[in-house]
């Protein structure tokens, strides 16, 4: 039995892989797949491969991996069809978006052979027909979105590409798994445009920044000021509460303490000799009042006897003398009687009268 030769790609890979070499293209890697073998009745396919056999011209079956038979000259094996993952490289190509700026775009292709009947009879060449059903469909997706948003949606893009290609490939026997947009190009002018508009956005950005913080650095400066006058005056406030307290309890301390000393001073002077020592007590004071009379003011009234300091003496023991000697209680009887006052005559008035309407 003869093994099966091996080439680089299915039959109806080569019209392909030749606009791939016109367009300039990296070709994709090499798929190791069988050829067409010949019949020679006892043939082993490979593991994910499909190969179509047809009896006398006509479709007969489609054999399996591992062991088959065939009957020689009568049954051929017509295509071979891999059922690996397929990649494919989609040329660049011109897409005009919705705001009239063209560009140049290219992407990525993963494809799978679901069906080897409808791949091998459904269209002539598969690859360059979801090729360029990728082409036209990406046409299509990207003159309906912006500049700006092309970049954006990416994702939702490549979406709207397999679902197309998914539609219109479903009579060809083949699945598109993911499309991949690999690079953008845009003119010249329009990159540099694009790239102003993002230094002024972060221009803006960052003076939207730089207020915010300006705005936020017055309003803490403001709270700050604020909590500080608070606490200054519940300061203030306490202070006064605090000093009115401390008045309050010395007014009553001098007061218990000077209601003291007159209980004591009264207890003194009830003893004996209490009225002579008060006596002393007064004259003594009022020598030095005397004293201290020119120390405020140099223009002082003095009496006629300045220098006689024993009449000085006597006379502020008089002055204490009358002050502690006790006062008699009058009774009604010893209060005079109010004397009313004379009523002038009436013919006094009179004359008053005529006086003073002349």
């Known amino acids: 039995v003869g093994s099966p030769s091996l080439s680089c790609s299915f039959p109806f890979l080569q019209r392909s892989q030749q606009l791939k070499r016109s367009a300039w293209l990296t070709p994709a890697p090499h798929r190791l797949t069988s050829g067409l073998p010949m019949n020679i009745g006892v043939l082993f396919v490979p593991q994910q491969e499909a190969w179509v056999v047809e009896r006398m011209g006509k479709f007969h079956r489609i054999l399996e991996p591992g062991l088959n038979f065939l009957i020689p000259l009568l049954d051929r094996i017509r295509y071979v069809q891999s059922l690996k993952e397929i990649v494919i490289n989609v040329p660049e190509q011109s897409a005009v978006t919705l705001d009239n700026v063209t560009l140049q775009i290219d992407g990525v292709l993963y494809l799978r052979v679901m069906d080897p009947y409808k791949a091998s009879y459904g269209v002539e060449d598969p690859e360059y027909a979801v090729t360029q059903l990728a082409q036209t469909t990406m046409r299509s997706e990207l003159g309906k979105l912006s500049l700006d948003r092309v970049f954006r949606e990416r994702e939702s893009l490549n979406a709207n590409i397999v679902d197309a290609i998914n539609q219109a490939s479903d009579c060809w026997g083949i699945w598109c798994l993911r499309y991949k947009i690999k690079d953008i190009h ?163 008035v009179l004359k008053a009268e005529q006086a003073s309407s002349s």
């Not at 445009?193 to 913080?213: F, I, P, T, Y």
């Not at 008060?278 to 300045?306: G, R």
């Open 186 to 348: 845009m003119p010249l002018h329009v990159r540099e445009s694009m790239q102003m508009q993002v230094e002024a956005e972060r221009r803006k950005r960052a003076m939207v920044l730089e207020s915010e913080g300006t705005r936020e650095s017055a309003i803490n400066v403001a709270e700050g000021q604020k909590q500080a006058q608070i606490l200054a005056s519940e300061a203030q406030k306490a202070e006064q509460i605090n000093k009115a307290a401390g008045e309050a309890n010395a007014v009553l301390v001098k007061a218990k303490a000077k209601a003291e000393a007159i209980q004591l001073l009264a207890a003194a002077l009830a003893q004996q000799h209490g009225s002579a020592a008060a006596s002393l007590s007064v004259a003594e004071q009022y020598v030095n009042a005397f004293s201290k009379l020119a120390k405020d003011s140099n223009t002082i009234l003095l009496p006629a006897n300045t220098g006689d300091v024993t009449n000085m003496v006597a006379q502020a023991l008089g002055i204490y003398s009358t002050l502690t000697k006790p006062q008699p209680v009058k009774t009604e009887d010893e209060v005079p009687p109010a004397r009313a006052d004379p009523q002038p005559p009436a013919a006094e």
